[in-house]
């Protein structure tokens, strides 16, 4: 039988999308490595870094609190999340509703 094989990288859902007060963001990585999760506003402006850091294989959450790097709350409107992991760039759209 073995081990099941390893899902590819890739965002898999954010959830609740709208959300308020957070949100979670789900991704596969199909090998360990830096990965960098980022949000960023729809000028392209990083807003927060979620993570910035090495990881292992397999399935990965991480939250954000609607706040940017510096802790202030951010206006209620349509971000990105950004993946960056091995060859692997994604995007996904968030909803913040206040």
Sequence with gaps: DGPPPARPTALVAVRPNPFNPQTQIVYDLGAAGPVR????DLRGVRVRTLVAAEQTAGRHEAAWNGRDDAGQEVASGVYMARLAAGDV??????????
């Design 89 to 98: 760039r994604q995007m996904r759209k968030l909803t913040l509703l206040k």
């Design 37 to 40: 999760l980022e949000v960023y």
